[in-house]
């Protein structure tokens, strides 16, 4: 039946030297598999008390439905978290414990009137601990939200981050699912394609330039001034959450992820270089955040700005693999400070290539790992340091694009959400639109709401600057193959012929995402 649920095997029966693993002589009674340094770390707190002020480390998402599923549903869905190690097991010393199942642990109850009271709740509980962690529960928990008034209903699903990135969520997605016809989808998987060869001595230099610039990260300069950022005084002092951690969850309208494939081919058609839809997003993101900044702080001095993203990469996984945070953040040039769409369009696809074409991830990985054994204040404070410097964090993860069912009812519409110590923008591709939010201090950034038209201000602007209808949400056709074209005299090229091709980067993101995938 289309509610009916396929419980898999143990992540632990599944992880590498599982057997060895457990007959460690430090392991707590009944541990299954040891947490990777960077799931301990964030198990134990990114952050500290007086950074924190409550707020946990914890990813949420907004599950979307005209219909929510039945109660019989909702406990198959728990149960089928429990499939996976980091989701039936609680962190002690390192190791996941197996817990048995409570559904009271995990599934709670709520109601809100209206689509405006929906969000007005996950705002509400994305800053705050999840209700069991205390009580020794595996992290995680599911609200059923009725909506008692027009609109659509809810389940809003919290997961701490020490249990999965957001490569695996969709590995829990993948497995709670299914096609609409009732058909389970296939296991999520995530690969990357071989970086260009290079000679021995070329690999040495580029690895050394990459261990350089991520060392340099926390202690760097320092970025502009933004209507997004907090006062510079207090960015030198070290971002932290206000008490209570307020943050608010600014919604941009859905919107149709064949316009960013237009955009992204006639990009690429009229300058000879292969755009992704990541650097279409990207540059919009950068537009937005300049237009608001013009708006509401004028006297921010916007033109030649410097501007960077966190940009979080994440690494290749076996299908079903055990969960586990598997990335690294990299630094990516925002290009707030360029007046033209096309100009940060250009800026945005020459960022990103770089990246793919560096080892700054590997080495920033390499860095992770190694803070990951300091002591934990140390940890917190690099984190902080590097978090102080820069001014968003930008994520892009691919979802299916298709239709999919949970508990039997259709998935109508998605986003998630981390309350960051600076603002976070986090994009989900799903059947074929494009789902975001920007998760902002509202205590700093005026007007927030209006980041959200803005953007959609950018992105038809470009699609105007590119010959595209901004409003033809019909397939687009397949990309002709680049062809290096001259610029009439006196203009400048979008993009360097030269620059490397961006790839997709794994199946998931042939189903409906673009460019490098994020946390």
Known sequence: SPTSRRVAPSDAARAPNAAKQMSGCCAPKGATRKLSGYDNFLAKGPNSPSVANGVPSVISAMLYFD????????????????????LSSRPQSGWWVPQPFNRDHHVHAAQAEGEAGLLAFATQKLCEPLKHTADGAPRWELW?????????QMLFVRVDHCCADGIALVQVLNRIARRADGRPLAPASYTRPPRPKQSAGAACCDALAGLGKNLA???????????????AAARKAGVAY???GRRKIVVVPEHSLNLLKRIK???????????????????????????HTHQTAAEAAVDGARVHA???VAFPRAADAPLTNKWTFVQAAMPVGLRTPAERLSASHAAFAKIKGSLDAPMAALLVAANAKLPQAI????????????????????????PIVIGGKTLVGLQAAYPNLIPQLICVSYNQRMHMNIVVDETIVPQPELLASLYIDELRALAVRFGVDPDDASPAPPRPPPAAATPPSGTTPLLSAQTPPTTSTSPSARRGGGGIAMH
């Open 67 to 86: 219909e929510l599923p039945d109660d019989a549903s909702i406990t198959q869905l728990a149960q089928e978290f429990y499939s996976f190690d980091a």
């Open 144 to 152: 059923v939200v009725t909506n008692t008034g027009a609109g659509r």
């Open 217 to 231: 990260l926390p202690v760097g300069g320092y970025d502009a001034q933004l209507a997004i950022s907090a006062p």
């Open 242 to 244: 206000p008490p209570g």
């Open 265 to 291: 081919n006639a990009a690429s058609a009229a300058e000879g270089a292969a755009v992704s839809i990541n650097d279409v997003v990207f540059a919009a993101a950068a537009g937005a955040i300049r237009r």
């Open 310 to 312: 966190l940009v979080p």
């Open 379 to 402: 940890g917190q404070q690099v984190g902080r340091d590097l978090f102080s410097r820069h001014s968003i964090v930008f994520s892009n993860v691919p979802g299916p694009a298709e």
